[in-house]
């Protein structure tokens, strides 16, 4: 394997970072100078955050435990262990928010000292948002389908710095059958572990048009061992699609009362279910695109 990468997109904007799993888009907005330090801080911190979180992998594979938080050596892994702990009354591992974990992270050292307008980081679709007093990004999402509106407005205002989506159709596996589903939270590590848990929660169990395999099956180091994971979804009835989706909002709307998300999106064959102040706005043709595919 390479070690940590780093150059500008075409664009010349966006900074790319890569090393191994981990593919991080990059961008800040404000002074110049403080930009070009945010992306330097950036950089330097990327150099060893996969080779962190490698060395406490074996840990961050077991279950957590709603009363026994473990004490990690790295940050990023105490971020990932302090976004599944609320959520540890079932099944989770710290896994579950890696993604986010590293975008929270990257951010953090980009704002370290500095004073940008806005900012974001963007691991694969699961992401950090710096957003200064007054400012607002808008982020594309995925797995709208049908027409629907694509673009979600995120102020300041919100309390909303972390996007994330989950799905059987994403990189990770899924134990549920959503096509996508996108949650807004506090911080990147947040939002990734509830949209983890929410897809997984969107299912009908043991219904024939879903494909299945253990996960060890796939992958022989996962975290998840001899779970189920879906590996296919076939023709379901419209009752059945929105069986699943209630499904999953329940566990949605259990998770926004408790406070642990601020809204998500569900979507599974075209259809969606909505938990939260989420207002999905179609986008603009004229609009600079901030970033996309959260």
């Given at each position: ?169 994403g990189r990770s596996f ?27 929660a969107v299912d009908l ?90």
């Amino acid at each position: 394997m390479n070690g940590p990468q780093a150059h500008w997109l075409a664009d010349g904007r966006r900074l790319h970072l890569n090393h191994g799993p981990i593919d991080l888009i990059v961008e800040a907005f404000g002074g110049p100078e403080e930009c070009r330090a945010a992306y330097e801080q950036a950089v330097a911190r990327f150099q060893t955050i996969l080779i962190e979180v490698v060395e406490e992998l074996p840990e961050l594979r077991l279950p957590a435990f709603f009363l026994a938080p473990r004490d990690f050596a790295g940050p990023t892994a105490r971020r990932m262990e302090a976004a599944v702990m609320p959520l540890a009354e079932c099944f989770i591992t710290p896994m579950a928010a890696v993604a986010g974990s590293v975008a929270d992270e990257i951010l953090g050292a980009m704002l370290a000292g500095r004073r940008l307008d806005r900012a974001y980081v963007n691991n694969g679709g699961d992401c950090a948002l710096h957003l200064g007093i007054g400012q607002s990004m808008t982020v594309a999402i995925a797995g709208t389908g049908n027409g629907m509106a694509d673009r979600v407005a995120i102020r300041s205002e919100d309390g909303v710095r972390g996007v994330a989506t989950s799905g059987w159709r994403g990189r990770s596996f899924s134990l549920g059958i959503a096509d996508a589903v996108t949650v807004l939270a506090r911080t990147g590590a947040e939002a990734d572990a509830a949209a983890t848990l929410i897809a997984n929660a969107v299912d009908l169990p043991g219904h024939p048009a879903v494909a299945r395999a253990a996960a060890r099956d796939l992958a022989p180091d996962s975290d998840l061992g001899e779970r189920l994971v879906t590996q296919g979804v076939g023709a379901l009835t419209p009752g059945e699609v929105a069986r699943a989706l209630d499904n999953g909002l329940a566990v949605a709307e259990d998770f926004r009362r408790r406070g642990l998300i601020a809204a998500s999106a569900l979507f599974l064959a075209g259809e969606a279910r909505i938990s939260g102040s989420v207002t999905l706005a179609a986008p603009n043709k004229h609009a600079q695109e901030e970033f996309a595919d959260a």
